[in-house]
Each structure stands twice: as structure tokens, then as C-alpha cells.
Nanobody
Framework: VQLQASGGGLVQAGGSLRLSCVVSGKFFSINDMGWYRQAPGKQRELVATQSSGDNVKIRNYVKGRFTISGDNAKNTVYLQMNSLIPEDTAVYYC??????????????WGKGTLVTVSS
């Protein structure tokens, strides 16, 4: 199983970016997917998650600015980021909680995509 994230880049404060993460490989199902981020010198923190049942959780520090959505048919999760602020600068990592072909839960990470917000 592999996760490929894309969509990061440099944007001015107030701008928008849309991150995408595609899960590929052999697995039985995806239980949930989401995004973490890690800013320089800080610990990795959860940003948003979406379960296979479309149960969405957004952390308070991005609520109202970020939206998570998914396309189950494409095994893809998106993070729409609006009204970006410099504090959103971080490497964004997608993850997937997958049920593999042995019906075991496995947790996978993408390599991360850098988001830089200039003031």
C-alpha cells in the first residue's frame, strides 16, 4: 500500500491550496484517511480526518478555513485550505487506516507535501 500526496506549494497569506492524497495497492478497505502536519521545530499534529462513513473531524485551529473530503471510488482524500496564515506553514502528511487482505488494520503514511504561507 502506498500513499501519494500532492498539492503543496508556496502561497501568500489569505490564499488557498488543495492537497490530494491517493491510496494505491492491494487492500480490503479504507477505514479512515486524514491529514497531519508538522511545522519546523514542532511535533506532528492532527489536522483533519474522514472515515469511510463520512464522519469528519476538523481540529479547532483550522475549523472554518480547512475542509476535508474524500472520493471513495478513487481512494483519495482532499484537504481544501482557505484563508491560509503563516502559522499553517508545515509539511502536511496524509495517512490511511487500511484493512489489509488479511483483515488486519494497518496504518500508512504518505511522504508529506510542504505548504509555505508567506506573510
Amino acid at each position: 500500500v502506498q500513499l501519494q500526496a500532492s498539492g503543496g506549494g508556496l502561497v501568500q497569506a489569505g490564499g488557498s491550496l488543495r492537497l490530494s492524497c491517493v491510496v494505491s495497492g492491494k487492500f480490503f478497505s479504507i477505514n479512515d484517511m486524514g491529514w497531519y502536519r508538522q511545522a519546523p521545530g514542532k511535533q506532528r499534529e492532527l489536522v483533519a480526518t474522514q472515515s469511510s462513513g463520512d464522519n469528519v473531524k476538523i481540529r479547532n485551529y483550522v475549523k472554518g478555513r480547512f475542509t476535508i473530503s474524500g472520493d471513495n471510488a478513487k481512494n483519495t482524500v482532499y484537504l481544501q485550505m482557505n484563508s491560509l496564515i503563516p502559522e499553517d506553514t508545515a509539511v502536511y502528511y496524509c495517512y490511511a487506516d487500511v484493512m489489509d487482505m488479511d483483515y488486519e488494520h494497518e496504518y500508512y503514511w504518505g511522504k508529506g507535501t510542504l505548504v509555505t504561507v508567506s506573510s
